[in-house]
C-alpha cells in the first residue's frame, strides 16, 4: 500500500518568463545573489513538508548551472542542515553522481550525516548525464561504458566502506589502501571512521532504462522511477522483481519502488492542465535534450525510437500517459489507487516540482494534496 508521500525539488530558483514560449533555456542566466535563493526555498518547502506530514524531501546535486535549474551541489551537506530545520522529515540524495566523488568521501560524509540526523538523510546514487559536470570533474560521460565500468568500482568501494569493519580493494581505478608504510607496518587493510549507525543502508538509484535493472535490482538497491509513462512504468517494475527473484530476493509487486509523477490540483481536469502547462513545457525545454521523455505508444515502443513520436511532449501527453495527475482530488485518488491495485507492493509516492512552478504555489499543491488526498492513505488501517 501506498503510505509514504514525499516531494522531488531539483533545485531551480523561481524562473521568470516560463513556458514553451519563454526564455530558451540556454539563454538564461542568473546571477549568484538570485541562485542562492534555492536554499531558503529549501528551508521553506521543507519545514511546510514536515508540518503537513510528508515522509521526504527528495533533492538533486548538479554543478556550474547558471541557468537557473538545479543549483544544489551537495545533497548530503544540505540534508544535514535541513534536518537542523525540521523536526521529522527525511531528507533524500536524488542522487548523489557518484563518478564525480570520490567513493571513501562520500561514504564519509554520508556516515557523519546519518549519525548527525538520527538517520533522516536517505543516500542516493547515480553516475549522471551532465557532460559539462561530469566531464569537468575529470570523469568519463561520453563514453558511456568507462562511466560504467567507474561507477561500478566506486560502488564496491562505497558498500564496503558501509558493511566491512576493515578491507581492501584492488581494481582499475582504485587500490586502498595505498601500498605504504605506516608507522612501521604495512598497509594492507583500512577502516573507514566513522560508518553508518542505521544499517544496512537503504540505498536508491534511478532507473534511466532497463540495463540499470539487472544491476540494481540484484544488490538490493532500491529503484526511483520519475515521470514515465504507465507502459514504462510496468516493464520496469516487472522487471526488477523478476531479476530480484533471480538474486534471492522474491519481492511483491511495486516493491523498493518509488512512483514519481507530476502533479496539479484544481477544480478539473481541464483547469488543472491549462495551469500547469507552462510548468511543464518549461521542465522539458531543459530536460528533453537529456533524453527525459519516457513514455510508450499504443504499441509499447519508447519515444524516440523508430515508429514511436519523437518531440517534445505536450502535458496532455503527460496525463495520456499517467506520468501527469491532474485534476480535483478525488479524480487523483483515484488514479492513485488504481496504481497501488495494480502494485501491491508499492510503499512510495513522489510528487515532481514542475520546474517552471514559483515556490508559493507549489506550497500551495503541498498543502491541498496533504489535506484532499494524503488521508485517504495514510489513515488507513
Known amino acids: 500500500m501506498i503510505t509514504k508521500f514525499s516531494a522531488l525539488y531539483v533545485g531551480q530558483i523561481e524562473l521568470d518568463n516560463v513556458g514553451l514560449h519563454g526564455t530558451p533555456a540556454d539563454e538564461r542566466r542568473y546571477p549568484n545573489e538570485r541562485l542562492v535563493e534555492a536554499f531558503q526555498t529549501a528551508k521553506d518547502v521543507a519545514q511546510h513538508m514536515d508540518e503537513l ?7 538533486a546535486e548538479h554543478h556550474f548551472q547558471h541557468e537557473g535549474y538545479e543549483v544544489f551541489p551537495n545533497l548530503i551537506l544540505l540534508g544535514t542542515w535541513l534536518a ?3 523536526q521529522r522529515l527525511k531528507f533524500g540524495c536524488a542522487f548523489n553522481v557518484l563518478p564525480m566523488w570520490h567513493p571513501i568521501r562520500l561514504a564519509e560524509d554520508y556516515a557523519q550525516a546519518d ?3 538520527g ?10 548525464y551532465h557532460t559539462r559536470e561530469v566531464e569537468t570533474f575529470g570523469a568519463p560521460m561520453l563514453d558511456n561504458k568507462a562511466n560504467q565500468e567507474l ?22 581505478h582504485y587500490t586502498i589502501p595505498a601500498p605504504v608504510e605506516y608507522r612501521g607496518y604495512k598497509l594492507d587493510k583500512i577502516t573507514v571512521v566513522p560508518r553508518p549507525v542505521h544499517l544496512p543502508v537503504e540505498l536508491w538509484q534511478p532507473v534511466a532504462s532497463g540495463k540499470t535493472l539487472p544491476y540494481i535490482a540484484q544488490r538490493g538497491i532500491k529503484a526511483m522511477v520519475t515521470l514515465n509513462g504507465e507502459r514504462i512504468f510496468d516493464q520496469v517494475v516487472r522487471a526488477y522483481q523478476a531479476e530480484a527473484a533471480k538474486a534471492g530476493r522474491p519481492l511483491a509487486l511495486g516493491q523498493d519502488i518509488c512512483w514519481g509523477v507530476g502533479l496539479y490540483l484544481a477544480d478539473s481536469i481541464e483547469e488543472a492542465v491549462q495551469r500547469v502547462e507552462p510548468y511543464h513545457d518549461e521542465r522539458y525545454k531543459w530536460f528533453a535534450p537529456f533524453g527525459f521523455v519516457r513514455y510508450a505508444d499504443e504499441e509499447g515502443r519508447s519515444w524516440g525510437t523508430p515508429g514511436a513520436p519523437a518531440r517534445i511532449p505536450t502535458i496532455r501527453d503527460g496525463v495520456a500517459q499517467r506520468a501527469w495527475l491532474c485534476g480535483p482530488p478525488r479524480h487523483v485518488i483515484e488514479q492513485i489507487r488504481d496504481f497501488e491495485s495494480r502494485y501491491p507492493g508499492l510503499e512510495h509516492m513522489m510528487i515532481h516540482w514542475a520546474e517552471g512552478m514559483a ?4 506550497k500551495e499543491q503541498l498543502a491541498w494534496f496533504a489535506r484532499d488526498v494524503m488521508p485517504a492513505f495514510t489513515g488507513r488501517k
Not at 53 to 59: M, P, S
Not at 151 to 172: A, P, R, T
Request: include cysteine.
Open 53 to 59: 506530514g510528508y515522509y521526504a524531501l527528495w533533492t
Open 84 to 86: 537542523t530545520q525540521t
Open 115 to 117: 549519525i548527525m540526523t
Open 119 to 128: 538517520g533522516r538523510v536517505i543516500m542516493g546514487v547515480g553516475r549522471g
Open 151 to 172: 561507477f561500478e568500482e566506486q560502488m564496491e568501494v562505497l558498500l564496503k566502506c558501509f558493511n566491512e569493519e576493515s578491507w581492501s580493494h584492488k581494481g582499475k
Open 359 to 362: 515556490p508559493k504555489e507549489f
